[in-house]
């Protein structure tokens, strides 16, 4: 059995301790027992499996057991509540359509917005390069998705630049219970929004924002090793202060913030 050292947290959710990855193919038996069922993971019974090639991990979300399967490399696959970063390539009279990086373009409804956008005048709105951050409303079983632009957060983005890594590695990037993301915007005090497709939009001075660029980078390809943190923060001008309060940051409980009901489902024609 070959395993891999890995430390990824989710936004929001919490690992005890450092785990190892176990090498995992699609439909292998991963698990088995009373688990909630995480991302790319399908259940039979108390059996649980792998929906793809990735690294088998075991993690407390909420407190509880929660077994998922993270996916060593590939392009983005959108899941239903992801929170994207997409690019008009196209509209029409009443959709924009989003590169979001994933297999297909997501269409954007004028009514999925926040505006009353009247029939014709999307191009009032958005044009084609215009960048904005969504979240993913709708699935089906082709990867063809709907995505928002209603909800905390979803907004049209001005200025800034959006940089890409690999959408594995997003995990490493936020940190456990946030903490790596929010000391890159504390060191740099530059705007930051991660996206679960791999994008990344940084508004900042120039200078700060190249280091952000540098450490996203540095993350991407060392996500394995120790020390990460410390790293990071000396690449963005910190200390091993910085690190370790980062560290304190994502052994703390996680807050509990308020948390909307919402109940994603695809918009009828």
Not at 119 to 140: E, I, P, S
Not at 192 to 201: C, F, K, L
């Amino acid at each position: 059995m070959i395993e891999v050292v890995i430390d990824m947290e989710s936004e929001g959710e919490s690992i005890s301790t450092h785990l190892k990855g176990e090498i995992v193919i699609p439909g292998q038996l991963i698990a088995e027992g009373r688990y909630r069922v995480g991302r790319w993971v399908y259940r039979e019974g108390d059996k649980y499996y792998a929906y793809k090639l990735g690294l088998k991990d075991i993690r407390s979300v909420k407190g509880k057991p929660t077994v998922n399967v993270i996916p060593l490399a590939g392009k983005y696959d959108p899941m239903v509540g992801d929170l994207v970063i997409g690019v008009v390539v196209d509209m029409g009279p009443t959709t924009w359509l989003f590169d979001i990086n994933g297999p297909n373009p997501a269409p954007l409804h004028i009514t999925e917005t926040p505006w009353k956008v009247d029939f014709g005048a999307t191009g009032r709105y958005f044009k084609v390069a215009d960048a904005a951050v969504l979240r993913v409303l709708y699935k089906d079983d082709t990867s063809h998705v709907q995505v928002t632009l209603k909800g905390p957060g979803l907004k049209k983005l001005h200025g800034g630049v959006i940089t890409e890594i690999a959408p594995s590695k997003i995990p490493r990037v936020i940190g456990k219970n946030g903490s790596m993301i929010a000391m890159m915007k504390r060191l740099s005090r530059c705007q930051i929004i991660v996206g679960q497709n791999g994008r990344i939009w940084i508004s900042g001075e120039v200078e700060q924002v190249k280091l952000v660029e540098e450490a996203l980078r540095y993350i991407e390809n060392h996500s394995h090793l120790s020390g990460l943190t410390a790293k990071v923060a000396e690449l963005l001008g910190g200390d091993a202060s910085d690190a370790v309060r980062a560290r304190e940051e994502g052994d703390a409980p996680p807050r509990r913030g308020r948390r909307e009901n919402v109940k994603f489902e695809r918009r009828k024609e």
